[in-house]
């Protein structure tokens, strides 16, 4: 078993409550899809935890932007990057400050996972966004009805299953194209051989899709997990409110899931 989890955001209470209930499951092993940072108000202790609890991470466009440069974003989006990296760089601590730019520069920008599901063997990338842009271009569920031509384009990236997180909206694209919410999954999509399968798992600090609620996967067998846990967004929402840096919507949309 393994969980993965993505767009974290700097968001420390939903970070926390999912990684207690993976670990309830008992489950060892966490992937991180990207997007640690940005938007929210703890960046150097969701930084610690990704470190010491995820067996990797790939780069997400806001790790991009805290690293190097923001590109392609709104004002508040900027302005909370700039905050971050302000807030990383003038860290007292060598040690973690050291620990934490490492960590940062050496983000990959996509890993394969080979992994045995029942006598066949299943392989899965995992990176922040696309296939194809793997840190920057978004796929909208509703790019299998607007854009079918780029769905199918992206798939031709896709040698079996790729899981990703950027647009914080959950569910399955399948090459038809087509696209699944986990309510019409019963919140579970099995992994089958024959049949490819890009599952945006959510995200567990920023949630879009209306549901307060952080979202993780975790992976059993050949099944995959759609988890939502609920978390004290009203904590987040008051500490994103006290940096002035940081703009209140992103206080405001946490408690909507928007
Ligand atoms: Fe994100």
Known sequence: MFAVISDIHSNLEALTAVLADIENRGIKTIYCLGDCLGYG????????????????CVMGNHDYATLYEPTNFNYGAEQ???????VLEIEQQKLSRDKWWRFLGELPMRRT????????????DLLH?????????????DDVYTNPVKVRVLFEHVKHICFIGHTHLPGVFLDEPDFYLPDELNDVYPIVDNEKAII???SVGQPRDKDNRASYVYVDGNEVHFV??????ETTAKKIIAVEQLDNFQAERLKEGR
């Open 41 to 56: 108000p703890n960046p150097k202790e969701c930084l610690d935890l990704v470190i010491e609890k995820t067996k990797w």
């Open 80 to 86: 909370a990057s700039f905050w971050t990296r302000e």
């Open 113 to 124: 996972l080979k992994t045995k599901l029942g006598t066949n063997t299943a392989i899965i």
């Open 129 to 141: 966004a696309s296939p194809r842009r793997p840190i920057n271009e978004y796929i909208f569920p």
């Open 200 to 202: 945006n798992i959510g």
């Open 228 to 233: 939502r846990i609920q978390y004290d967004f």
